[in-house]
Nanobody, 120 residues
C-alpha cells in the first residue's frame, strides 16, 4: 500500500505563490510517476503536472511557465511550486502516485486533496 499526505494549500492573492508538498509512505519502492491533478467543477480531475522517477515532466498548457513540479526521491516527496497564481487556479489539488505491481499492472493512489484559493 501507498499513502499520500498533501500539504501547502491555502489562500493567496493573484500573482502570489504557493508550494504544495506530497509525501508518500508505505510500499514506496514501487512508485514510478507522481503528479498533481485538480478538480474542476462539473468535471473529472484534470492533470496539472506529472514527474517520473527519472525526472521526466509534463504540464498542462494552462500552467506551463508558472508551475514547476519537482521530486525528492530520497524523501519520497513531490512538490508543486505554483507561481503567478491566477483566480482560475482555484481548485482542490490532489497528489497522485503510480505504483508498479507488475509489468502489466499499475496501482493508482490519491491523496486527500488540498485546497488552493486565489483571490483577485
Amino acid at each position: 500500500q501507498v499513502q499520500l499526505v498533501e500539504s501547502g494549500g491555502g489562500l493567496v492573492q493573484a500573482g502570489g505563490s504557493l508550494r504544495l508538498s506530497c509525501t508518500a509512505s508505505g510500499s514506496i519502492f514501487s512508485i514510478n510517476a507522481m503528479g498533481w491533478y485538480r478538480q474542476l467543477p462539473g468535471k473529472q480531475r484534470e492533470l496539472v503536472a506529472v514527474i517520473t522517477r527519472d525526472g521526466t515532466t509534463n504540464y498542462a498548457d494552462s500552467v506551463k511557465g508558472r508551475f514547476t513540479i519537482s521530486r525528492d526521491n530520497a524523501k519520497n516527496t513531490v512538490y508543486l511550486q505554483m507561481n503567478s497564481l491566477k483566480p482560475e487556479d482555484t481548485d482542490v489539488y490532489y497528489c497522485n502516485a503510480d505504483s508498479v505491481i507488475t509489468t502489466d499492472v499499475v496501482q493508482i493512489y490519491w491523496g486527500q486533496g488540498t485546497r488552493v484559493t486565489v483571490s483577485s
